[in-house]
T-cell receptor, first 117, second 116 residues
Framework: AQSVAQPEDQVNVAEGNPLTVKCTYS??????LFWYVQYPNRGLQFLLK??????LVKGSYGFEAEFNKSQTSFHLKKPSALVSDSALYFC???????????????FGIGTKLQVIP | GAVVSQHPSWVICKSGTSVKIECRSL??????MFWYRQFPKQSLMLMAT?????????EQGVEKDKFLINHASLTLSTLTVTSAHPEDSSFYIC????????????FGEGSWLTVV
């Protein structure tokens, strides 16, 4: 069964410092990987995805993530954190499904990012 | 860890019929559950927030008479797509919040609905 682990319930970072939100995954085949952000009282918003190609993926709001196949990781990063980045971040994986059929999406439990002014 | 079970994983139904999707929190109580819909190549869109024992709060543009949500217990919320049309074909996913105001949210694995 596929799974996603976000090992940190909360990440605190000072404004202007780089941030990393960790995600590791397990999937039987090749993965599609996603990051979503949820601001208070809002639905999930898509940040970025890895499908194929370059391991470094750039997304919305200055975020990027690096796909590391050997470490089965897809950590979310940003060079300089903003207070407005404070939110709940979810990592998700889906089997690419090269063998066909319907593929389920598995989400991590979320990591709360708190950017301190 | 906590598990949210969503059933069915995929369903095909005829136009005009209704289909029910269940979202269950298996080992925790969820006073709040969320229903999302994802169109191809787009992000998840929040449809409604379901609170146990009260009416769901629907997002703007979501027809509450078409997408009936019932959160009858602390472990079960259901989404019923009534009088389904082919344009309702989509991926529907639920999530459940642990406790009353916790930060931890668990997602179901989604349900693929195809209306033919």
């Amino acid at each position: 069964a596929q799974s996603v682990a976000q090992p940190e319930d909360q990440v605190n970072v000072a404004e202007g410092n780089p941030l990393t939100v960790k995600c590791t995954y397990s999937v039987s085949g090749n993965p599609y990987l996603f990051w979503y952000v949820q601001y208070p009282n809002r639905g999930l918003q898509f940040l970025l995805k890895y499908i194929t190609g370059d391991n470094l993926v750039k997304g919305s709001y200055g975020f990027e993530a690096e796909f590391n196949k050997s470490q089965t990781s897809f950590h979310l990063k940003k060079p300089s954190a903003l207070v407005s980045d404070s939110a709940l971040y979810f990592c998700a994986v889906r089997d690419r499904g090269d063998s066909g059929g319907y593929q389920k999406v598995t989400f991590g439990i979320g990591t709360k990012l708190q950017v301190i002014p | 860890g906590a598990v949210v079970s969503q059933h069915p994983s995929w369903v095909i139904c005829k136009s005009g019929t209704s289909v029910k999707i269940e979202c269950r929190s298996l080992d925790f109580q969820a006073t709040t559950m969320f229903w999302y819909r994802q169109f191809p190549k787009q992000s998840l869109m929040l449809m409604a927030t379901s609170n146990e024992g009260s009416k769901a709060t629907y997002e703007q543009g979501v027809e509450k008479d078409k997408f009936l949500i019932n959160h009858a217990s602390l472990t079960l919320s259901t989404l019923t797509v009534t009088s389904a049309h082919p344009e309702d074909s989509s991926f529907y996913i639920c999530s459940a919040r642990v406790g009353i105001s916790g930060n931890t949210i668990y997602f179901g694995e989604g349900s693929w609905l195809t209306v033919v």
